[in-house]
Structure formats: C-alpha cells, structure tokens
C-alpha cells in the first residue's frame, strides 16, 4: 500500500521512504518546524508526489484525463500557485480581482454565525434583527419581489411610527424638531405609495387602495409643509393628534386586499440562497423600524448597519463578498471541488490579496463549504461513499490559533475560523475530508485539532514551548529521538504516527526551484553586492497602494 515515495532514509543507507495516502491523508497531516526549515516544500511535495504516482496509476490502467483527486490548498502567503505551475491539468489558482478563476465567496454563502462575527453583531438586540433580515431576504423579501410583497412591508412600517404617534403622550410631533421629522414622514409615505401604485394592475381594488392613502398622505403634507420661496426652505407646523387616526383603516383596507405572504420561518437564515447582499443594511433597519421606535435602539443598529457598509463599500473586499457577476452556488462549487467526474486536481486559494479584517471569516467559510459539501455528497450517494478530499492550512497558527472559550467573546471572526476547523478535525475523516496542517508555531495551535492528527511531519523546531508540546503528541520511546529537531538541516524531518510502522528520519525529495512555493531565503548578499539586481518604483507601489490595490 505504499505507494508514493517521498524521500529517503539517511539513517538506513537512504533507503526509500513510501507511504500510504490512505494513511497519510485519511486520518489528518500535520507538518511543523520552523520557517526555513522546508515545511512548504514538503507539503508542495507532497501533493505533487502523490499526484504523479496516481496519474502512473491511471495510464497503467489505460484511462485517461489526470487523477480524480482534490487538493484545495488555502495559501495566505500566496506562495504555492508556481509550485504547480508546470502543468496546466493539475492547478487551478483562484485569486482575488483576477481576470480569469477570481476569488470569491459571495456573502450570501454565508451562515448567521459568519455575518454576526464579520458585522461584530452584539447577542441583545443586533443579532436576532440581523437573522431575521438574512432569513427575510433569502426567503426573497426583497430580491425580485412582487409590488404587493414591498407594498406590505411598508404599510407595516409606516402604521407602526403612526401608531406611535398616536401613542406619543408627550406630542413631541408638535414642537421642532419632531415635527419636521413627522410631516417629512407622511411625504415619504406619499412618495412611497405613489411609486407602488404604478406597479400594480391599474383600476384594481387595491390600486385604488393605495391611491387612496396617497392622496390622503399627500393632503397632510400639505397642511404642514409650506415653502418659503426667499429663504428656499420649508417650514413646518405640528400636527392635531386627530389626523393620524384617518390612516389606519387605510393600512388596514390595503393589507385585508394582498395575498398572505409565506411565513419567513420557511426559509432557513443560513440556506446558501442567493440573494442581493448590499440590500442587507437596508432590510435590518427596515425591521428595526417596524420593531420599536426606540431612538436609541435605532442608533445601537445603526452602528450593526454602518458595518456592513462599510465593508461592502471596501474596494479590495467587495468584489470578493458582493462580486457583480456572482456565481451560482453548484458552479462556485465545481470550480473548487471538480465538476461530474476527474477535474483540475488542485485548488490554490491565493489569500495574500485579501483584506485582513475578514480573512479568517473567508478561511472559516472554505473551510466549512468543504466540510459540508462532502457531508451531503456522502449522504446522497447510493452507497454511502465519501469524495475524497484533502484540505491543506499553510500558516495554520494564524487561522487555527488556541482559544479560551470560556472568556473569548462568543463570535469573533478568530474563534468562528478555530472552530470550523476543530469541526473538521474531529469529524472530516468521516466524509473524507483531511486535514493538513502547516505551522511554524505548534504551540500557538488549537490543541484539538493537532490531538486528531495522527501523521506528523517535524522539521526543525528550536523554540522550548514548540519542543515541548511536540514531545508530549509522541509516544515516550521516541522522546529522545525528538532531542535532534533544534538541529535538524533542511529538508530533513521525522516522521512519526499513523502513516509509518516506525518513527523515521527522512530526508525529503528535493524540488526543482520551478515546483517550490515562494517562501525561499532573501538572497541579501547578492542584492548587496549587485550581483542580483532588484529595481524599485516606490511610485508605483504607493499609487497602488493608494488605491487599495
């Protein structure tokens, strides 16, 4: 069963090291040492090695096209997209902003969880209002809705700040400024119905319904707005309590004439259901409107909405999230994971380029679409089988790091990215997904999730803590064998685990300099004595970075 050879011993004449894939891959990898050690190039070893003797595997069978493998690599360095560049049937590179194979993840594949830790949403109040417009609008609240759908929505909207001004003791809609926000309210009513009214069958009952609540908001703008010509402004005068009672029947006749809308609770609020994600700050303040006409509670979701635009307004952010030609989610899904049958074998997932505010909920959201893809895979499959499938986390201490959870806030884009992967650490065997991880800080790691790795892969670690966390994931008989790692040369690693009967030294397969990530030494001497030269336009770097590029 050891079919891919990755190195050789050089305690035992460099006789060749084989492993298992199923061994290796199936019961999770985890490849530490520090930086310079070769960690990278193990892994992009690893991944071509295993490629080249499955496509041997293929020929020799007489079938053709390359390996029905998937590797789906998330590089935050950007380091691995030339490792595979060689061949353009094993690599698929997904960037952000690129015009071919762009990264995106559109927001609308986000779950509850995901938007409450990107929006920061506080559990009292945001929250439950941000759930309930995620779970309006993938329902289609919204998005290509019928006029008698928006028609409602806004006829709850303005009866419930009518029905507070009726229940308003103070009169606060008398005297300035809450009068000049109540007669300005009305005139949005006008505008409102009068817009809605062109979209319904003209001469129907309820066309005539809403003109008439037009009209009626029309005539009480008109009684308390007066323009002043020489000062170019208007001037506003209270309202009687009296005249907000003429429009409740007028509500009431519209919403008795339109069909009864579908419960939202139909819709799940994490569905991966397409829907218009800049309309989202808009929805929650909608809700938080129609809810309570608390001012200061208008003002705490306010903050929750300012959020979200932001971030979508962000230039380097939103054509990842809120794309202009977003993907269905069954293509987003073959671009990743391979259509019917063999596809690209790797997936790169360039995350250099991606604004560091939301990388860990990018990273949380691949991780979990993966996972959960091959749940329903397995599910759906007449046999039961799994899609096998490997998932690699270079640099996994920044996205993987180990938490407190009884004092960490409850949802944070750090810990919404460590439990997504502790989730699959323990339960990814089972659906065929593994797990490998690549870190130069085993100590800083989940400790979850390397207690399920089976396989380890050790360069050289000279920082006690690491060496002492690593001594205590081996068995005690290769203590002493682990005394070496502070000392280990490049490209050597023991390897230790599931996937070899015994521990090993090995000395891994050395890359051509064309297949190796982009994570080599800086060649200081040469710059410095020009024997490499190395042009700078700092103008150009500053416009582009001026411009979020």
């Keep these: ?152 929505r806004e006829v709850r909207l303005f009866r419930s700040r009518t029905l507070a001004y009726i229940s308003d003791g103070s009169g606060s809609y008398m005297n300035f400024p809450g009068r000049n926000e109540c007669v300005e309210l009305f005139n949005s009513l006008f505008q409102v119905m009068g817009a809605l009214h062109g979209r319904l069958e003209a001469g129907s009952k309820l066309a005539n319904r809403v003109k008439a609540l037009a009209e009626e908001a029309h005539a009480f703008y008109g009684r308390h707005a007066t323009w002043n010509e020489e000062r170019k402004r208007h001037y506003y005068t209270g309202p009687n309590s009296a005249e907000f009672d003429v429009f409740l029947p007028l509500f009431d006749a519209i919403e008795q004439e339109v069909p009864a809308m579908p419960p939202e609770e139909s819709v799940s609020e994490d569905s991966p259901i397409p829907f218009d994600v800049r309309s989202l700050p808009d929805h929650v303040e909608k809700l938080s409107a129609e809810s309570t006409s608390n001012a200061n509670l208008a003002n705490f979701i306010s903050t929750l909405t300012l959020r979200i635009r932001s971030m979508l307004a962000d230039r380097r952010l939103a054509p990842i999230v809120a794309p202009e030609k977003p993907p269905t989610f069954q293509g987003w899904l073959e671009g990743l994971l391979g259509g019917g049958g063999p596809g690209v074998p790797v997936a790169v997932i360039d995350l250099s380029l991606v604004p560091s505010e939301v990388t860990h909920v990018v990273v949380a959201v691949l991780g979990r679409l993966v996972f959960e893809a091959s749940q329903r895979y397995r599910k759906l499959h007449k046999e039961g089988r799994a899609l096998p499938t490997v998932l690699v986390l270079e640099e996994a201490h920044t996205f993987v790091r180990k938490g407190d959870d009884t004092q960490d806030p409850a949802t944070t884009p750090a810990r919404l990215c460590r439990e997504a992967f502790e989730r699959i650490a323990r339960e990814g065997r089972k659906f065929g997904v593994g797990l490998v991880l690549s870190s130069q800080r085993p100590s800083e790691l989940s400790q979850t999730v390397l207690a399920q790795c089976n396989t380890f892969m050790l360069h050289r670690l000279v920082n006690d803590a690491d060496q002492g966390l690593v001594t205590k994931l081996v068995p005690d008989n290769v203590g002493a064998l682990l005394k070496e790692l502070p000392s280990l040369p490049s490209r050597q690693a023991f390897m230790l685990g599931w996937a070899t009967p015994i521990p090993v030294l090995v000395e891994v397969n050395e890359l051509p300099i064309s297949q190796r990530p982009h994570s080599a030494d800086p060649d200081f001497w040469d710059v410095w004595t020009r024997a490499a030269e190395r042009p700078v336009d700092w103008s150009q770097v500053a416009s582009g970075w001026a411009a979020g590029e």
Excluded at 2 to 21: E, F, T, Y
Excluded at 36 to 59: E, H, N
Excluded at 103 to 117: D, G, T
Aim: aromatic fraction near 6%; include cysteine.
């Design 1 to 152: 069963d050891r079919r891919i050879r990755i190195g050789s011993s050089p305690l035992a004449s460099n006789a060749a090291i084989m492993v298992d894939p199923d061994k290796l891959f199936g019961r999770h990898l985890a490849v530490l040492g520090n930086t310079g050690s070769g960690k990278s190039c193990t892994v992009a070893g690893l991944i071509r090695w295993s490629l080249d003797a499955a496509q041997k595997a293929v020929d020799a069978a007489g079938k053709k096209g390359p390996p029905n493998a998937r590797f789906v690599v998330l590089d935050p360095n950007g380091e691995y997209a030339r490792a595979f560049s060689d061949t353009e049937r094993r690599v698929c590179v997904f960037r952000p902003g690129a015009s071919e194979n762009p990264l995106v993840v559109p927001a609308w594949m986000w779950n509850s969880h995901e938007w409450s830790a990107v929006a920061q949403a506080q559990p009292g109040a945001q929250r439950p209002l941000l759930v309930q417009a995620l779970r309006g609008l993938r329902a289609g609240r919204v998005l290509n809705e019928p006029p008698h759908v928006r028609l409602v």
